[in-house]
């Protein structure tokens, strides 16, 4: 198989005449958003935090979905939506999905004040490669429902961004010098759809709905290109409570990563741990309390380059780049706590305070307040925002 998608006429074996189609999407005001990071002024921040919009049409036994890429970089290829995706339900208790989005394989959870890790919700950033699978070109088959007591989920994925290879098969660089030519990356290319002679993605969810408004839940990820040495992988546990009066949350992942020299986020070998648990408790129908705690550690051991000739042309790294093969440990953790007013069906406010830390090393040596590829060494941060949200 050379190319994921395939005719989506053998997702269609009928016709059908009726259409339904609804626009749903989410906004996040933020009336006020104040920062504090150690060695950095204050900042305070008001306007859009978050901004979704997406697109369902459905016609009998198909669903299509089209979510925005608004946040994006429009200016690449295939970038404009985030997902773009048909669903075949002919079949009882199966469904078939075909095109761009989500990989399903965690228990993603937004916090209180700002997203999971997993999800890029952090004041001083974080190292981990290990989050939301998104913006991938995807087929997955889905079995069971909430009346079965599960469903299983398996995915084909793989990235929209391929690396280029010559008619010899050996990857194109993108470098500048003359002699010999400094590499800065290895030449991508935006595609529509994957080929798994290239790269290939593998994923499974398991969630299980046995126990009274409790959902546990397992998942797999895979991930492997022509030029990694080593195959990406992470296992995934989760568990949410969902009653009227208590909400609660676990996720723990572990990942880990391999990448060839020149990727983006390079890395030799990076180990990481992710645990993330909250709770809220709805006092009444209006008002609630929210708390969500996470911790992650990240083991990242960098590559050692070498200058190596390819072609009869000397290449060697850009010296912007650490050759040493380093190795960076960084632990970060971060604490919320808020209220959430119920101001309609469709709308809250959310008031809340975070506190975060991170704690990092390189080579062993502690204390560091500056370590290349790492942000916020060493560093904590405070924030309190209050923000008005409203789904449509």
């Known amino acids: 198989m050379r190319k994921l998608y395939f005719a989506l006429c053998l997702l269609m074996p009928n016709f059908a005449y009726s259409l339904d189609a609804q626009v749903k999407g989410f906004i996040a005001l933020d009336i006020l958003n104040y920062k504090k990071i150690s060695r950095t002024k204050d900042a305070m921040d008001v306007g859009i935090g978050v901004l979704d919009l997406k697109i369902f049409a459905e016609q009998d036994n198909m669903l299509a979905a089209i979510k925005l890429n608004i946040d994006g970089n429009l200016a690449v290829q295939n970038n404009l939506f985030e997902e773009a995706y048909a669903t075949y339900r002919g079949i009882p208790n199966f469904k078939l999905t075909l095109g761009k989005g989500v990989v399903k394989f965690q228990n ?11 999800d890029g919700g952090t004041v001083l950033e974080s190292e981990n490669s290990w989050r939301k699978i998104s913006n991938k070109a995807l087929l997955s088959a889905a079995y069971g429902n909430r009346a079965l007591g599960f469903t299983n989920t398996f995915t084909l994925w793989g990235d929209s961004q391929e690396i280029q290879f010559d008619e010899k098969g050996n990857p194109k660089y993108t470098a500048s010098g003359n002699n010999p030519k ?3 990356a290895y030449q991508t290319k935006a595609v529509p759809a994957f080929t798994t002679q290239k790269q290939l993605g593998l994923a499974n969810k398991f969630e299980l709905y046995k126990t009274q408004n409790w959902t546990f839940t397992t998942g797999q990820a895979y991930y492997k290109n022509k030029l990694q040495d080593k195959a990406s992988y992470a296992v995934d546990f989760g568990a949410v409570l969902d009653s009227t009066v208590w909400e609660y949350w676990l996720d723990v992942i572990y990942g880990f990563t391999s990448k060839s020299p020149y990727e983006a986020y ?26 969500n705690m996470e911790y992650l550690h990240v083991k990242d051991q960098a590559h050692t380059y070498t200058n190596f000739t390819q072609d009869g042309v000397a290449y060697a790294t850009d010296s912007s780049i650490d050759k040493n093969g380093q190795t960076v440990v960084s632990t970060s953790y ?22 975060e830390k991170k704690i990092a090393e390189k080579n062993g040596i502690k204390d560091l307040t500056y370590i290349k590829g790492v942000y916020n060494a060493n560093a904590e941060a405070y924030q309190f925002l209050s923000s008005v949200s409203f789904w449509f």
Not at 274 to 289: A, E, K, M, P
Not at 334 to 355: N, P
């Open 266 to 291: 390079t890395t030799y070998r990076k180990n990481e741990y992710f645990i993330q648990t909250g709770l809220q408790y709805h006092i009444d129908t209006i008002w609630s309390l929210v708390t």
């Open 334 to 355: 971060k604490i919320e706590a808020g209220v959430q007013h119920q101001l309609s069906k469709s709308s809250f406010i959310t008031t809340g305070v975070l506190y």
């Open 182 to 184: 400094y590499i800065t």
């Open 108 to 118: 993603l959870h937004y916090g209180v004040i700002e997203n999971t890790y997993q």
